[in-house]
């Protein structure tokens, strides 16, 4: 007798969808919006917006609704970086930012680690310059 195997839920379902996703980038942008070195990096008064298409980007990433796409189109993440400043420091405090975001999740081991491997590769990919 065979066990039917249907579709493995994505990540993104995995953790909890929306709702998550939402949570991890409203605790981000708190530390962001006191940060001397990265809140200058969002010219708006509001981060509303910021926070929005950081949801969507990572929502679909982990396979969520593909709404970042069709709003913006390919995420092309270095070019949309590149008029920032991005150095080691920006890097290693937007990190420090995300770290504590990741941590109030409260997600399983495998999937926070499955979650921080990625933002980790992708802060470091973001590093545009080692110009202070």
């Given at each position: 007798m065979s066990i039917p195997v249907g579709p493995q839920p994505s990540?993104?379902?995995?953790?909890g969808?929306?709702?998550?996703?939402?949570?991890?980038?409203?605790?981000?942008?708190?530390?962001?919006?006191?940060?001397?070195?990265?809140?200058?990096?969002?010219?708006?008064?509001?981060?509303?917006?910021?926070?929005?298409?950081?949801?969507?980007?990572l929502e679909q990433y982990w396979g969520g609704p593909t709404t970042y796409s069709e709003q913006r189109g390919h995420p092309r993440l270095r070019m949309r970086h590149n008029p920032f400043k991005v150095n080691p420091d920006a890097r290693d405090r937007w990190l420090a930012h995300m770290r504590v975001a990741v941590d109030g999740l409260g997600l399983?081991?495998?999937?926070?680690?499955?979650?921080w491997n990625y933002l980790e590769r992708a802060a470091f990919a973001m590093v545009n310059t080692f110009e202070e």
């Open positions: 990540f993104f379902d995995q953790i969808g929306h709702e998550t996703f939402q949570r991890l980038v409203d605790a981000f942008y708190d530390g962001v919006a006191a940060d001397p070195v990265l809140r200058p990096m969002y010219p708006k008064e509001d981060l509303g917006p910021a926070k929005e298409r950081l949801v969507l980007f399983a081991p495998l999937q926070e680690e499955t979650l």
